[in-house]
């Protein structure tokens, strides 16, 4: 319940000022947000940028409420344990006001066991975090196990799951069961929390990803918010397809941001592509990954086809890292198709910035996805898409998804790598088939109303609504001295 009687007077409550800072006039609360910061990842700065904004907004809410307009500062630092001198140690000495467990697949890195353990001795908010699941070769080899443990019972899955994780990480998951505020991405991540801690009061608050709609259009600055709606009134309308892979005769037309990151008008409709390099379980580089051959042969071909049949494609990366898999992927691609038809297969030479990401989704008929917030921001702008699962957090968002929305179909657009490495082994373009299928489904579902776009309606507005509520409730008893940590 919000505290609406306390801050006029909090100013008097002793116990704050160890907590609290004195800065221009009013009360300074400090914040430290652990996560994978410093990477050069969109999707986790994204949901950094995510989380400061709802953050400020819960504050100024709790303001208004209280009649005690700019009563208080915010300030949240933004860290990863390993980019400071200080190491694990200086996490234990820092004097917040609170603790925010960042979103992402946090759990699993040692390098967070200093913030867990602090999380669990003061005021701190779980920010959709997540156990990122297994390793890729384990993922690889027991996927279809897995992905099926998903389908069963809460109690069933929690049971079998927890002894198959090393005891490190068990360790760090029991810690994270401990916070008292916010919830964990998925149902999943939440009933292995309960296998470990029967007592955790976490529950599945989802991934803050999926509002990014939200966010872009009420908290951005001025000249994005400008940008982005101009983008929108000029949106590619999705076409309705009478054979779901051939797209609608009649050319469409969606003008993007004209920025060097972002030279694309679209004069057909577009698929957008995420590929990721071999150090986050992609198909590409060196011959560190199984079976990277035959899955990059099968996005290639699929790509190709794609082409052939009309479409556009814009190859984006969610880290620097992937720069060189989607330039590999294009010249691989343009090399066997027509000259006439090279111009349609593209890809964006740097990182894109959040909002021009948000604005190739939005504008993109369809998007294929190798990162998992490749997929999730998708979901978040309305997107169709289908998710290339090459972790278990990739299967455990689309089975989040499925259940949160009451629809199974929402999945239909999963596949796994082991599927497409089994495809491919049995004839040379078998694997981008197994793709293309993925793309079909989706598209046809769409088409009939049904698909995973309604499905994202849904788990959006349950997370928007859960974020909104839980961060001003945190928000008000840390300002009020209440928090139970």
């Known amino acids: 319940m919000i505290a609406t009687h306390v801050l006029p007077n909090v100013l008097c409550v002793a116990a704050l000022w160890a907590l609290l800072r004195v800065a221009d006039g009013h009360v300074l609360i400090r914040g430290t947000y652990y996560g994978w910061i410093g990477k050069g990842n969109l ?54 006001s609170f603790i925010i467990m960042g979103g992402g697949s946090i759990m699993d890195d040692a390098e967070y066991t200093c913030a ?23 993922h690889l080899k027991y996927a279809a196990y897995l992905e099926d443990l998903m389908t069963r019972p809460d109690e069933a899955f929690g049971a079998v799951v927890v002894p198959l994780i090393p005891q490190t990480i068990r360790e760090r998951l029991v810690r994270m069961s401990r916070v008292r505020r916010g919830g964990v991405r998925t149902h999943l991540t939440r009933d292995l929390l309960l296998a470990l801690n029967a007592e955790t009061k976490l529950d599945d608050i989802g991934d803050a990803g999926v509002i990014a709609r939200r966010w872009a259009r009420t908290v951005l600055k001025r000249r994005e918010r400008e940008m982005l709606a101009s983008i929108l009134r000029q949106r590619l309308e999705r076409s309705r ?24 008008i679209f004069d057909r409709p577009a698929v957008a592509i995420n590929l990721a390099s071999c150090k986050h379980g992609g198909p590409f580089q060196f011959h560190a990954c199984a079976h990277h051959d035959a899955i990059a042969e099968a996005l290639i071909g699929t790509i190709e086809h794609l082409v052939s049949l009309g479409w556009d494609i814009v190859m984006y990366a969610m880290s620097k890292e992937d720069l060189p898999v989607i330039e590999f992927v294009r010249v691989r691609v343009i090399s066997n198709l027509a000259t006439e038809m090279r111009g349609r297969v593209m ?14 989704l939005e504008s993109a008929s369809l998007s294929i996805a190798y990162r998992l917030h490749g997929n999730i921001f998708s979901c978040a702008m309305g997107t169709p898409f289908v998710n290339i699962a090459y972790q278990w957090k990739s299967l455990a968002f689309m089975h ?5 929305s009451g629809d199974d179909e929402a999945r239909l657009g999963l596949i796994r790598t082991d599927e497409i490495v089994r495809a491919q082994s049995q004839g040379t373009h ?55 940590g």
């Open 43 to 96: 999707g986790d700065e994204g949901l950094r940028r995510i989380c400061f904004d709802l953050f400020r907004n819960a504050l100024h809410t709790v303001e208004r409420e209280s009649n005690c307009t700019n009563c208080f500062g915010l300030s949240i630092v933004a860290i990863h344990p390993s980019y400071n001198s200080g190491g694990t140690e200086e996490c234990a000495s820092r004097g917040d």
């Open 241 to 264: 397809f009478a054979s779901f892979l051939v797209p609608h005769s009649t050319p469409r037309s969606s003008s993007l941001v004209r920025d060097t990151a972002f030279p694309v």
């Open 400 to 404: 989040h998804l499925a259940a949160v």
């Open 347 to 360: 890809n964006l030479k740097t990182v894109p910035e959040l909002p021009n990401l948000l604005a190739l």
């Open 116 to 138: 867990l353990n602090s999380a669990v001795t003061r005021p701190s908010f779980a920010f959709g975090t997540a156990w990122g699941g297994f390793t890729p070769p384990f």
């Open 430 to 484: 078998l694997g981008a088939i197994s793709i293309l299928s993925k793309v079909d489904d989706t598209l046809a579902r769409e088409s009939q109303n049904r698909g995973v776009t309604r499905a994202c309606a849904r788990l959006r507005a349950r997370a928007e609504g859960l974020y909104v509520k839980e961060i001003r409730r945190f928000v008000s008893d840390v300002v009020s001295g209440d928090s139970d």
